[in-house]
């Protein structure tokens, strides 16, 4: 007889894997660039709440009320102004007091009205001159971005050119060849600040071009116009703008040191650096006609300033996390 097989043992099999504790979280990925600056500058909906959670930022806050209250005054001169501009009826430099609330110049011009009529002009020659140079810039940046190696050498060699060109050398040029005005400043000042913007333009063109999405979007057959239109711009402008927000403080203290020269808006307009030039003589006498232009000379750039600092903290969340 056979002996008995011994009885089989069972396979065991080795037991699954015990799943994790905590599944996996991948990094949400940041917010578009775009949306950033506009959750935060856009006014809170009524009865929502913000899309990004963050709290705005002080000093665009500090900014935007100092700039603000500047152009509060520049509207109001639009409908509203104390006294004419040429009206010089109130008494030489009569102090302040009913009617003329700050007192009068050395000609019998109402100071409050000189001062909200000045605060019309730097904006208008601030606001103009970073339009005309943002458009002439960005015409000629963008070109640039797409330049050859020795046409792109070349463009940069006359942007510097342009760049190290006096803006008052400049200025006096125009005037010269037309006439002491504040389109003569305005249209100096714009073109000495188009090759600033020109040169940050390109520059921007270039690193965004070389971008891994750029050559996909060209690999999936998309035109160059519309690279430029759906990628380029879009990922340029938030730089460019807080550039030209630095550059709108610039444009006023240009203007007014053309107007202390004597080549900005002729009288009876009331330039900011005219009043100083004309308040120079008098500053022992009647130092509000000094003091007066040159705290709202400075309340304008400082606030421009601020905003443009602002603006930037919103463009880079991490300068802002490192404050």
Same mark, same amino acid.
């Given at each position: 007889?056979?002996?008995?097989?011994?009885?089989?043992?069972? !396979?065991?099999?080795?037991?699954?894997?015990? *799943?994790?504790?905590?599944?996996?979280?991948?990094?949400?990925? *940041?917010?578009?660039?775009?949306?950033?600056?506009?959750?935060?500058?856009?006014?809170? *909906?009524?009865?929502?709440?913000?899309?990004?959670?963050?709290?705005?930022?002080?000093?665009?806050?500090?900014?935007?009320? =100092?700039?603000?209250?500047?152009?509060?005054?520049?509207?109001?001169?639009?409908?509203?102004?104390?006294?004419?501009?040429?009206?010089?009826?109130?008494?030489?430099?009569?102090?302040?007091?009913?009617?003329?609330?700050?007192?009068?110049?050395?000609?019998?011009?109402?100071?409050?009205?000189?001062?909200?009529?000045?605060?019309?002009?730097?904006?208008?020659?601030? +606001?103009?001159?970073?339009?005309?140079?943002?458009?002439?810039?960005?015409?000629?940046?963008?070109?640039?971005?797409?330049?050859?190696?020795?046409? $792109?050498?070349?463009?940069?060699?006359?942007?510097?050119?342009?760049?190290?060109? *006096?803006?008052? !050398? =400049?200025?006096?040029?125009?005037?010269?060849?037309?006439?002491?005005?504040?389109?003569?400043?305005?249209?100096? +000042?714009?073109?000495?600040?188009?090759?600033?913007?020109?040169?940050?333009?390109?520059?921007?063109?270039?690193?965004? =071009?070389?971008?891994?999405? +750029?050559?996909?979007?060209?690999?999936?057959?998309?035109?160059?116009?519309? @690279?430029?239109?759906?990628?380029?711009?879009?990922?340029?402008?938030?730089?460019?703008?807080?550039?030209?927000?630095?550059?709108?403080?610039?444009?006023?203290?240009?203007?007014?040191?053309?107007?202390?020269?004597?080549?900005?808006?002729?009288?009876?307009?009331?330039?900011?650096?005219?009043?100083?030039?004309?308040?120079?003589?008098?500053?022992?006498?009647?130092?509000?006609?000094?003091?007066?232009?040159? =705290? !709202?000379? +400075?309340?304008?750039?400082?606030?421009?300033?601020? @905003?443009? $600092?602002?603006?930037?903290?919103?463009?880079?969340?991490?300068?802002?996390?490192?404050?």
């Amino acid at each position: 007889m056979n002996a008995p097989e011994p009885p089989v043992q069972p !396979l065991t099999s080795t037991p699954p894997p015990e *799943p994790l504790a905590e599944p996996l979280t991948s990094t949400p990925p *940041p917010e578009p660039l775009a949306e950033r600056l506009t959750s935060t500058l856009l006014p809170e *909906p009524f009865g929502g709440r913000r899309r990004t959670g963050g709290r705005r930022s002080p000093t665009l806050v500090i900014g935007c009320l =100092l700039a603000g209250a500047i152009v509060a005054v520049a509207v109001v001169s639009l409908f509203w102004l104390p006294f004419p501009p040429d009206d010089t009826s109130g008494g030489r430099l009569a102090p302040p007091g009913p009617p003329h609330l700050l007192g009068t110049d050395k000609l019998g011009r109402d100071l409050l009205t000189q001062l909200m009529i000045g605060a019309r002009i730097a904006l208008t020659a601030g +606001i103009g001159s970073v339009a005309l140079g943002g458009v002439l810039g960005v015409a000629a940046g963008l070109p640039a971005g797409f330049a050859t190696r020795w046409l $792109d050498d070349t463009i940069a060699a006359l942007l510097d050119i342009l760049i190290a060109f *006096p803006t008052l !050398l =400049l200025a006096m040029l125009l005037v010269a060849a037309r006439e002491a005005s504040l389109g003569s400043a305005v249209l100096a +000042i714009g073109l000495a600040m188009s090759a600033i913007v020109a040169r940050l333009t390109r520059v921007l063109v270039k690193r965004v =071009l070389a971008q891994d999405f +750029i050559t996909a979007s060209r690999t999936s057959g998309t035109s160059w116009p519309r @690279v430029v239109a759906e990628h380029v711009l879009p990922n340029i402008w938030p730089t460019l703008l807080v550039n030209l927000a630095l550059q709108l403080g610039l444009a006023v203290l240009a203007e007014a040191s053309l107007s202390y020269l004597g080549l900005g808006a002729p009288p009876p307009n009331a330039s900011w650096g005219r009043m100083l030039q004309e308040a120079q003589s008098t500053v022992l006498t009647a130092p509000l006609g000094a003091v007066a232009p040159g =705290l !709202l000379l +400075i309340m304008l750039v400082v606030g421009v300033n601020l @905003v443009a $600092d602002g603006l930037r903290d919103v463009a880079d969340p991490t300068r802002r996390r490192s404050r």
